[in-house]
T-cell receptor, first 115, second 111 residues
């Protein structure tokens, strides 16, 4: 498939555990975004990558959240010491260049449940 | 912080009715996109508008970008059950075109 792929699709974890979410963007897309979506709501920006650099991390909620991107491809979002309020769908999107009019192509998200 | 407020939040209508969804902000955007999201999936792009006052039509959907590029509307004519979903507006601004999403409008079209 040529779309954005996210794994796992569902993750249930206990409070206090660390989790790692993965995003495989469309090949050749230099821009990559992570968003968080609470049930039935809009998307909350977390972080933006251009290549392997993250010029905008302003949406990360706390220092428990971090993300990296390697090879201008795969990105991982790590949440340390998970809390119940971290429960949400985490969506990854990529775009060709991050320029105006570049549409975002989304994966189907990872649904995270913290018990 | 750039905020995009959508109204209404929820809309339940009968098949065949018309509806309009609004997306408002105090910030100026260089472009605005509309997405539709279905349960269990990521949002899918419907349209991008870039010029103040621009109107774009996609079958029964009409999108308008405000003259000041701070607001937008989505009008659906003769809604069908297949139009059911979460509609999201998203504005792009800034040096790298940071994309900020609206609060969403959940539409249900009843057969």
């Amino acid at each position: 498939g040529a779309g954005v792929s996210q794994s796992p699709s569902n993750k249930v974890t206990e409070k206090g555990k660390d989790v790692e979410l993965r995003c495989d963007p469309i090949s050749g897309h230099t821009a990559l975004y992570w968003y968080r979506q609470r049930l039935g709501q809009g998307l909350e920006f977390l972080i933006y990558f251009q290549g392997n650099s993250a010029p905008d991390k302003s949406g990360l909620p706390s220092d428990r959240f971090s993300a990296e991107r390697t090879g201008e491809s795969v990105s991982t979002l790590t949440i340390q010491r998970t809390q119940q309020e971290d429960s949400a769908v985490y969506l990854c999107a990529s775009s060709l260049s991050g320029q105006r009019n570049s549409p975002l192509h989304f994966g189907n998200g990872t649904r995270l449940t913290v018990t | 912080t750039q905020l995009l407020e959508q109204s209404p939040q929820f809309l339940s209508i009968q098949e065949g009715e018309n509806l309009t969804v609004y997306c408002n902000s105090s910030s100026v955007f260089s472009s605005l996109q509309w997405y539709r999201q279905e349960p269990g999936e990521g949002p899918v792009l419907l349209v991008t508008v870039v010029t103040g006052g621009e109107v774009k039509k996609l079958k029964r959907l009409t999108f308008q970008f405000g003259d000041a590029r701070k607001d937008s509307s989505l009008h659906i004519t003769a809604a069908q059950p297949g139009d059911t979903g979460l509609y999201l507006c998203a504005g792009a601004a800034g040096g790298y075109q940071k994309v900020t999403f609206g609060t969403g409008t959940k539409l249900q079209v009843i057969p």
